[in-house]
């Protein structure tokens, strides 16, 4: 529905809204179809709240060392104000002190993003950039542009489907016939 050369989710949301009388777009992503009510909520809440954020996104701390270390679940480092450093498929933070860890809460990103319609637009004129083509994350073009990325913490569990194993997890944990057509 949407001109095939957009590099990414967001580009593809900024066509769309391009004509709509909105400030904010909530875009939620393809691959984040059980995404919880109140995570909505609270990303819409945290753009609506502080007018000096252009972007906003949801983040849950990482359950397991496994997913740490999986590239189709994408990490995410938080500064000490709620604002992302940077995005990776790799593991991120590296731990190089193991009593340091014991300390340290670990991220991964949940595929949801929150734009002041005005900067989503200004972002989807701007070229992919080395980041974000390296890492394959949409998310790069814009603290490559030296913008900032509010997060939101979310303890709510969203099946991702990323993998045809995640959607195996999904017709298992909600049966078969709900989980096709969220398949298709």
């Given at each position: 529905?949407t001109n095939?050369s957009?590099?990414s ?10 004509n ?15 995404v919880?009510a109140?995570?909505i909520d ?12 252009f972007?906003g996104?949801i983040?849950k701390?990482?359950?397991?060392n ?7 679940v ?6 000490s104000r709620?604002?992302?450093i ?5 593991a991120?933070?590296h ?30 004129s ?8 390296a890492?394959?994350?949409?998310q790069l ?12 913490v979310s303890h ?25 057509s969220?398949?298709?």
């Amino acid at each position: 529905m949407t001109n095939e050369s957009h590099k990414s989710g967001s580009d593809r949301v900024a066509e769309a809204v391009v004509n709509l009388d909105c400030e904010v777009v909530l875009n939620i992503q393809g691959d984040e179809p059980f995404v919880h009510a109140q995570t909505i909520d609270d990303l819409a809440y945290a753009m609506t709240s502080d007018a000096s954020v252009f972007v906003g996104t949801i983040v849950k701390p990482l359950s397991t060392n496994e997913a740490a270390d999986d590239p189709n679940v994408v990490k995410c480092v938080v500064d000490s104000r709620g604002d992302a450093i940077y995005f990776s498929r790799a593991a991120i933070p590296h731990i190089r002190d193991s009593k340091a860890a014991d300390s340290l809460v670990r991220y991964k990103h949940v595929g949801m993003y929150a734009y002041r319609k005005r900067f989503l637009l200004e972002f989807a004129s701007w070229p992919t950039s080395a980041l974000e083509r390296a890492e394959q994350l949409e998310q790069l073009r814009v603290l490559d542009h030296g913008y900032r990325i509010r997060t939101v913490v979310s303890h709510r569990e969203s099946l991702a489907i990323d993998t045809p194993l995640d959607l195996q997890k999904a017709r298992l944990r909600f049966g078969e016939k709900n989980a096709d057509s969220f398949a298709q």
